[in-house]
């Protein structure tokens, strides 16, 4: 084991690989490096285990769970540390998203004028449930417990546009332009 200038313990990279050739014991050495390049780049900021993590999202599309040890390797945190922030934040996915990410609110105000019905509607139509991809990729369906548009709900937020007194046919006609758009 060797440590870098950063303090990070370096465990090797020399395990076996799947039959996708990824390694075991790490993420594949591409990803590897582009993860050390964003850790970098953010290691000197207050907290920077969350603007990592949404850097490397954003670079990757999810937070793979391969990356995990090396983030923590690389932060001297521990893997569960990593593991416990990308799974408590909903903006963390550990697969890639849809093209169209939907985000229906069902907080309690949302609730009491009609969200659940919009969420059954959703699933429906999209023929997926809360939390999946629609199989062409094109959709992620995601639920949040407040968007910050109370006073205009069942609200939702389709690719960071925030749209307010949704129902089914509404939905639908928003649905129709995210996803044209993207």
Do not use: W
Not at 39 to 48: L, N, P, T
Not at 148 to 160: I, K
Request: aromatic share 4%; proline share 4%; with cysteine.
């Amino acid at each position: 084991m060797t440590v870098d200038g950063h303090g990070a313990a370096d465990r090797g990279r020399t395990g076996s690989t799947d039959d996708q050739g990824h390694s075991s014991t790490g993420p594949p050495a591409g990803v590897a490096e582009r993860v050390r390049a964003v850790v970098a780049a953010h290691r000197d900021q207050r907290g920077a285990l969350l603007p990592i993590l949404h850097a490397i999202q954003a670079e990757f599309g999810c937070v793979d769970q391969e990356v995990v040890p090396l983030l923590a390797a690389e932060l001297n945190i521990s893997r569960a540390d990593v593991h416990g922030v990308v799974t408590f934040y909903t903006d963390f996915r550990a697969e890639p998203g849809g093209r169209t990410d939907v985000r229906l609110c069902r907080a309690e105000a949302c609730q009491s004028v009609g969200a659940e019905r919009l969420v059954a509607h959703a699933e429906q139509v999209l023929g997926i449930k809360l939390g999946q991809t629609t199989p062409d990729g094109s959709i992620t369906l995601n639920q949040v417990f407040c968007l910050g548009n109370c006073a205009l709900g069942p609200a939702a937020q389709v690719n960071g546009r925030l749209y307010g007194h949704l129902d089914p046919a509404r939905l639908d006609t928003v649905l129709a332009t995210e996803t044209a758009a993207s």
